[in-house]
């Protein structure tokens, strides 16, 4: 799946950045974020690369740097 990163206004005339949503394609994505904001006007829309969470995941120098920033 293709992550698009929206810029939308609310039917009430709030301003979203930044909105993320999966989809097989565009009009998929924008399917889910009409579902989600009935009546919003999109501004803008970007696809982004979507990156593996499993890899980041598993990477152990990765955790170990989550774990020092804790302390």
Sequence with gaps: MTKFQFRIRTKNGVL???LN????????????LFQMYVGCTVLECVEVAATSGREEN????????LIAKQD
């Design 21 to 32: 949503i999966h989809g097989r394609d565009r009009d998929d994505a924008e399917r889910k």
């Design 16 to 18: 979203m950045e930044a």
């Design 58 to 65: 598993l990477d152990l120098a990765g955790i170990l740097a």
